[in-house]
């Protein structure tokens, strides 16, 4: 009787066992092993010249401290490589890159760009054509307008429209220039003049000399 009691207690035992380690092993496979992550900080792409606000437009000095004065003096350039020359303003700051030449006094500016072209362009043409390029590549393009007229030199296309500047180098600062970008074209070539001012700067009798001085070389 007392042989029989203790295999009866040995096989309790045992079957205690049995479950005790079934219910381990169970718990073990709860316990998750993906290894946890943490989200990328979100970043912040800067704006595309395309997609800029155009900024506020600057009044007071800042605007008069850029018209071009009636006694402004006048001096002739001449591109040797572009095989043209036009007027600008005496003691602008120039600067060259290539074929490519300006002029800049204060937020006033003054460039010229030389491209090749396969035909004389037309207000129909540019406004299909570069004044499309224009919007999509360059700060905040507002108020487009093209017109054929006819210069000195002769015909030449007119893009008039507003943009903001490129930030100041220093203060990072922008204003809103209004701009006067005229297409001139000989024998396949493209000559784009641009001259910029802070929108309500007087300018109109000196930017229509400098493009009616424009010639071909």
């Not at 018209?67 to 490589?81: G, R």
């Not at 072209?117 to 037309?122: D, E, G, L, M, V």
């Given at each position: 009787?007392?042989?029989?009691?203790?295999t009866?207690?040995?096989?309790?035992?045992?079957?205690?066992?049995?479950?005790?380690?079934?219910?381990?092993?169970?718990?073990?496979?709860?316990?998750?092993?993906?290894?946890?992550?943490?989200?990328?900080?979100a970043t912040?792409?800067?704006?595309?010249?395309?997609?800029?606000?155009?900024v506020?437009?600057?009044?007071?000095?800042?605007?008069?401290?850029?018209?071009?004065?009636?006694?402004?003096?006048?001096?002739?350039?001449?591109?040797?490589?572009?095989?043209?020359?036009?007027?600008?303003?005496?003691?602008?700051?120039?600067?060259a890159?290539?074929?490519?030449v300006?002029?800049?006094n204060?937020?006033?500016?003054?460039?010229?760009?030389?491209?090749?072209?396969?035909?004389?362009?037309?207000?129909?043409?540019?406004?299909?054509?570069q004044?499309?390029?224009?919007?999509?590549?360059?700060?905040a393009?507002?108020?487009?307008?093209?017109?054929?007229?006819?210069?000195?030199?002769?015909?030449?296309?007119?893009?008039?429209?507003?943009?903001?500047?490129?930030?100041?180098?220093?203060?990072?600062?922008q204003v809103?220039?209004?701009?006067?970008?005229y297409?001139?074209?000989?024998?396949?070539?493209?000559?784009?003049?641009?001259?910029?001012?802070p929108?309500?700067?007087?300018?109109?009798?000196?930017?229509?000399?400098?493009?009616?001085?424009?010639?071909?070389?």
């Amino acid at each position: 009787m007392i042989i029989r009691m203790k295999t009866s207690a040995c096989i309790v035992a045992l079957v205690l066992c049995v479950f005790t380690l079934a219910g381990c092993g169970g718990a073990s496979n709860t316990v998750s092993t993906t290894p946890s992550t943490t989200a990328a900080p979100a970043t912040t792409q800067p704006a595309s010249a395309s997609t800029e606000q155009p900024v506020p437009v600057s009044s007071g000095a800042q605007v008069t401290g850029s018209d071009i004065p009636d006694t402004q003096v006048f001096v002739t350039y001449a591109s040797s490589q572009g095989k043209y020359g036009l007027e600008v303003p005496e003691g602008w700051a120039q600067s060259a890159s290539g074929i490519e030449v300006s002029f800049v006094n204060n937020l006033d500016g003054l460039q010229v760009a030389l491209t090749s072209a396969a035909t004389q362009p037309t207000a129909s043409s540019v406004r299909t054509g570069q004044a499309v390029t224009l919007q999509q590549t360059s700060r905040a393009v507002q108020d487009v307008k093209v017109q054929d007229v006819h210069l000195a030199s002769g015909p030449a296309v007119l893009i008039t429209y507003t943009s903001n500047s490129d930030p100041n180098a220093v203060t990072g600062k922008q204003v809103r220039l209004e701009n006067n970008r005229y297409l001139f074209f000989k024998n396949g070539k493209l000559a784009t003049l641009t001259l910029s001012a802070p929108v309500g700067a007087d300018n109109v009798d000196q930017w229509l000399r400098i493009a009616n001085s424009f010639r071909w070389g």
